[in-house]
């Protein structure tokens, strides 16, 4: 069964950072487009930014360009979400998806929030 296990999420202050892994298992990740999607509490879901199998990254969600940076390790089935400066609208669920052709996936999410 495909898994894929977010961490490293949890509560900062703005202007603080923190990284997202996505682990996955059961899966051949290296072939997959791994994208991190967000929702914040009665917002729609919104995509952050993707990484495709060969390591291009797709243009990222306005407003995180130059705080975020989304990377992989093959090696470790894993994908990572740096967010640096931090802001309060920020604030979300954040969740991996990972997709090859008509194959899709998504993890559980894992909290993220911005606060004093």
């Known amino acids: 069964q495909v898994q894929l296990v977010e961490s490293g999420g949890g509560l900062v202050q703005p202007g603080g950072s923190l990284r997202l892994s996505c682990a996955a298992s059961?899966?051949?990740?290296?072939?997959?487009?791994i994208s991190w999607y967000r929702q914040a509490p009665g917002k729609e879901r919104e995509l952050v930014a993707s990484i495709t199998s060969d390591g291009r990254t797709t243009p990222y969600l306005d407003s995180v360009k130059g705080r975020f940076t989304i990377s992989r390790d093959n090696a470790k089935n894993t994908v990572y979400l740096q967010m640096n400066s931090l802001k309060p609208e920020d604030t979300a669920v954040y969740y991996c998806?990972?997709?090859?052709?008509?194959?899709?996936?998504w993890g559980q999410g894992t909290q993220v929030t911005v606060s004093a």
């Open positions: 998806h990972a997709r090859r052709f008509s194959l899709n996936y």
């Open positions: 059961q899966l051949a990740f290296a072939t997959y487009t």
